[in-house]
């Protein structure tokens, strides 16, 4: 069970940011230098310990200004982003850079904005604290700097208004009506990450374990008896050591033939050290256990949260998918092609980390390597569980009890990147569970289509529920 973060996000919203806008600045500036300059402001800054750290600017004037060469830097004078010649800002566009790959910005930071000079300052803003999820300017372009949950970068700031997507959360999307979805005491605790491939739902257990569960013949689901899955098989790192904490699992558009992919946070003998792995399995065999036939070990490359507050929830999206989209590729600030990295699953994975809410991307390769191609945040202090829902194009990001069961929705924005496009409260007929897990059918029937969640404390005996969402 997820422990609430709710002190250090109060301290946070203690803590004050200071606009500084140093209009007087701009008086005299040369129009060969900086024309337009005193309509473009730092508009949303994003920090996240030196993974994706951004700067949005934005133009609040009515004529197009050419920010070719302007130059981007944190609290650091010898620290200099600058902006690639031919940029160019339309009236009332919003334009992000990500300068993580020439500075990071830190949780008592400043970002600032000057001309090709280098010396005639625009624009600036100063924190002292990072992102929860982003430093918003509200309204755009001339409010004051506030914390927001949701990252809008490329588009209207999330103020309230629903500018990039309402962060005010709703009704469940369908039925109000939960019932159990599995027999008393199957499998008792610390069922977590699910995934339904057809008539089949895959389920990942906290106690290293992965589940092949079929239809009980009432809306429900049960083991598999056959090729010795009735018990759950045991799961084990490569070369056949260790007990991963299996908290998501996942297909690939390969469905059983590509393997199931696994989550995990550490491995269980060793359970004081984080070890953020997402695990390959060959499935179709018969034995009691799986041996992992790949690690993508990527401990160090997200940051630490504690042992165990690490991966909880991973999904896979299409290629297509994301180009279709437009999504882009955070390694190279451009639309991303899947044609630059080598062979690979045919898309993207995406995970969810518990103790920070942050979600990211990577292709994994073949050969065992990987890049990173996203971060961005949930909106909420944590993420239990991520799915994506080919048939709306939307990836769901889902908080357990310490979030009140909220879930949301992203999509990929005009910026290319995703962004919160709905929040839902859990169901009105279900209680406040434990739930680590979630997983949508494929099939529409009369308009609706079912769901189901993973309990993780089995409360009443129970690990698995079923709900429906509206088509």
């Not at 030196?50 to 130059?71: C, F, M, P, Q, R």
């Not at 993207?348 to 292709?363: A, K, R």
Request: proline share 4%; net charge negative.
């Amino acid at each position: 069970m997820t422990v609430s973060p709710a002190r250090r996000r109060a301290l946070s919203r203690l803590l004050v940011a200071v606009p500084l806008l140093a209009a007087g600045a701009l008086t005299g500036v040369p129009a060969a230098h900086g024309a337009g300059a005193g309509d473009v402001s730092v508009n949303e800054v994003v920090t996240t310990g030196d993974v994706h750290d951004s700067i949005e600017l934005y133009n609040k004037g009515t004529a197009a200004v050419d920010v070719s060469g302007w130059i981007l830097k944190d609290d650091d004078k010898n620290h200099s982003y600058k902006i690639a010649s031919g940029t160019t800002l339309a009236p009332r566009a919003f334009r992000a850079f990500d300068v993580s790959g020439t500075f990071g910005l830190g949780s008592k930071d400043e970002a600032r904005l000057y001309l090709a000079d280098g010396k005639t300052l625009v624009d600036s803003f100063v924190w002292s604290d990072h992102s929860d999820a982003s430093w918003s300017r509200c309204a755009d372009g001339a409010g004051a700097f506030k914390q927001v949950t949701t990252v809008t970068l490329g588009s209207a700031n999330s103020c309230g208004t629903g500018g990039g997507g309402s962060t005010t959360p709703v009704a469940w999307p369908g039925s109000g009506s939960v019932t159990n979805a599995d027999g008393s005491n199957v499998f008792g605790q610390d069922l977590s990450g699910l995934y339904q491939e057809g008539k089949v739902l895959w389920g990942a257990q906290n106690s290293g374990k992965l589940w092949r569960l079929v239809r009980d013949g009432s809306g429900g689901w049960k083991p598999d008896t056959a090729g010795g899955w009735s018990s759950g098989k045991t799961v084990r790192f490569p070369g056949g050591s260790g007990s991963p904490d299996s908290e998501g699992v996942t297909l690939t558009g390969a469905g059983l033939a590509g393997g199931a992919f696994v989550a995990s946070e550490r491995n269980g003998d060793a359970s004081g050290t984080s070890r953020l792995s997402v695990l390959k399995y060959d499935v179709s065999g018969s034995g009691s256990s799986l041996t992992a036939t790949k690690e993508w070990n990527l401990t160090s490359d997200i940051p630490s949260t504690g042992s165990n507050r690490g991966l909880e929830g991973i999904t896979w999206i299409p290629d297509t998918a994301l180009t279709g989209a437009g999504f882009k590729d955070a390694s190279t600030g451009t639309a991303y092609d899947p044609g630059r990295y080598t062979a690979h699953s045919g898309g993207v994975f995406f995970v969810g980390v518990e103790g920070t809410g942050m979600i990211y991307g990577y292709v994994l390769a073949d050969t065992g390597t990987y890049t990173r191609v996203a971060s961005f945040s949930s909106g909420m202090p944590g993420v239990m569980e991520l799915q994506w829902e080919p048939q709306a194009s939307r990836l769901w990001a889902v908080c357990d009890d310490t979030c009140d069961g909220q879930h949301r929705t992203l999509k990929v924005g005009t910026s290319g990147v995703f962004a919160t496009t709905a929040v839902y409260n859990r169901p009105g007929g279900m209680p406040n569970y434990n739930n680590e897990g979630f997983s949508l059918a494929g099939e529409c029937v009369a308009g609706s289509k079912p769901v189901y969640w993973s309990d993780d404390s089995n409360d009443g005996g129970h690990a698995l529920r079923r709900g429906t969402i509206t088509c």
